[in-house]
């Protein structure tokens, strides 16, 4: 082999030029491969959430709220507790009726034994009673409170506020107006009331009013007439009867009585004329309201059932059984008990010398025993027909120092006037009271003279 020929190596392994290329498009070709990749990579990532480009999220305010005045109540929340459920039951005590049977469906026996020991100071539960009306309210089912009333003035009201249980006698709340009642007796003073559209009960406090001087059994006159300013009372927006009376005024047989509410001290409120005189005497006109004289004052009467004649110093007074019959007087009840021909009998005590009797009677007030003290005008007992009676009526009898006098013919003395020291206030008071009444008379007065007027220009009408 000669030395000009060329040595060939063999192809693509000893060829420097084109080894070289070769290198260069594979790196090429790699760094094609590695864009393509990353490329395809970023596109196939679009679907994952993690890797996901989040853009900052833009923040949108709140509409601001309506404005609200300072005064408005804060909004109630869509989740506020409900209310409570409140039950009240409404009655009146039965008959034979107790506080365990009142009250033993929400305390325990042990409980109620404290509630009989905690009201013997303030209103014991031997009191309730019978026909009186009483409130039981709940919450939720639990007992929240008892009352019971009293009488027309207070109510004894049972609490529980958690676990304390708190007991009290309230003054009864009424809503109060005060209202002029006018009437002519016709025929009895019942009747006017009636027909003045008030209530019977408003006849018996006129007639304890007047009853010092005003014998309403014998003294009423047809055309007799009467204003009373009063005052009506309202629970719950209904009617519930009568409260004070302020003043009033009665016309007795063309003679007029005036009478004006008022407390003088610490003396117990009284009835007074416009000169500040006390209307309360020491004995009542009559021991019964309303009824009539079945037989009078007399020496010498035939008894109805032994035929003979004997005195009567007594005036009988026919009335219903059960009518009640009060003390004419302050007095001292000396004797109670029973006889053949008086039957159910009391005897008071009275100032000066006086005593009086009261016969024939169905039964007797409670409470009222021998030595016992009564207040005029207190229920003392009750018209019957016991003893020798042929029908129900009241024996009325009265004794000074021992010997019969007629109860009809007494001129009582009167109780103390208003004092000089509350004269002045006294009248200041009864002046516009008296106005009212001067106005409302003198107003009836001239209707009726306008009203002949109006009827014969009626007549020359037609």
């Known amino acids: ?57 833009v923040v949108v305010a709140a509409p601001a709220p309506p404005s609200v005045p300072d005064s408005a109540p804060p909004s109630v929340p869509d989740f506020a507790p409900p209310e409570p459920v409140r039950e009240e039951i409404k009655s009146t005590v039965p008959s034979g009726a107790s506080i365990t049977s009142l009250l033993g469906d929400y ?23 019978a026909g009186q009306p009483y409130r039981i309210s709940t919450l939720d089912g639990q007992f929240n409170s008892f009352i019971y009333e009293i009488d027309a003035e207070e109510e004894l009201v049972i609490s529980r506020d958690a676990d304390q249980v708190a007991m009290e006698r ?18 009895s003073l019942f009747e006017a009331i009636a027909d003045s559209g008030e209530e019977p009960e408003l006849a018996f406090v006129i007639a304890d009013i007047f009853g010092w001087d005003i014998n309403f059994i014998l003294d009423l006159r047809v055309g007799d007439s009467f204003l009373v300013l009063v005052e009506k009372r309202f629970r719950d927006g209904k009617p519930a009867g009568y409260g004070h009376v302020l003043a009033a005024e009665f016309i007795n047989q063309n003679k007029t009585f005036k009478a004006i509410r008022f407390e003088d001290g610490k003396q117990k409120v009284s009835f007074y004329n416009e000169k500040g005189e006390n209307l309360r005497k020491a004995f009542l006109k009559a021991p019964l309201s309303f009824t009539r004289i079945s037989s009078g004052y007399t020496m010498r ?43 159910n009998y009391l005897k008071i005590r009275h100032s000066n010398g006086y005593v009086s009797m009261y016969l024939h009677l169905h039964g007797f007030a409670r409470k009222i025993a021998r030595n016992r003290r009564v207040s005029q005008g207190q229920v003392i007992a009750y018209v019957g027909t016991t003893g020798l009676s042929t029908g129900p ?8 120092y021992g010997k019969p006098i007629n109860p009809l013919r007494i001129k009582a003395p009167a109780a103390k006037s208003v004092s000089e020291e509350l004269l002045p206030e006294f009248k200041s008071l009864a002046a516009p009271l008296l106005a009212r009444l001067d106005k409302k008379r003198n107003s009836t007065h001239l209707a009726k003279l306008e009203l002949p007027q109006a009827d014969s220009t009626a007549e020359q009408s037609d």
């Open 1 to 57: 082999m000669s030395l000009k020929q060329d040595f060939q190596p063999p192809r693509g392994l000893f060829s420097p030029r084109k080894h070289k290329s070769k290198i260069g498009k594979m790196v090429v070709l790699a760094v094609l491969v590695l864009f393509v990749g990353i490329g395809l990579l970023l596109l196939s990532s679009g679907s994952s959430p993690e890797l996901e480009a989040r853009e900052t999220p």
């Open 107 to 129: 305390f325990t026996a042990q409980e109620i034994y404290h509630l009989n020991r905690q009201s013997r100071d303030i209103f014991p539960f031997t009191k309730i009673c």
């Open 170 to 187: 309230q003054p009864i709340i009424y809503d109060v107006t005060t209202d002029l009642v006018q009437g002519t007796i016709e025929t």
């Open 301 to 343: 009467r035939l008894h109805p059932i032994t035929k003979v004649y004997k005195p009567h110093p007594a005036i009988d007074y026919a009335a219903p059984t059960g009518t009640p019959v009060k003390a004419i007087g302050d007095g001292t009840v000396i004797a109670k008990g029973y006889s053949k021909g008086n039957g």
């Open 393 to 400: 009526h009241l024996d009325f009898r009265m004794t000074r």
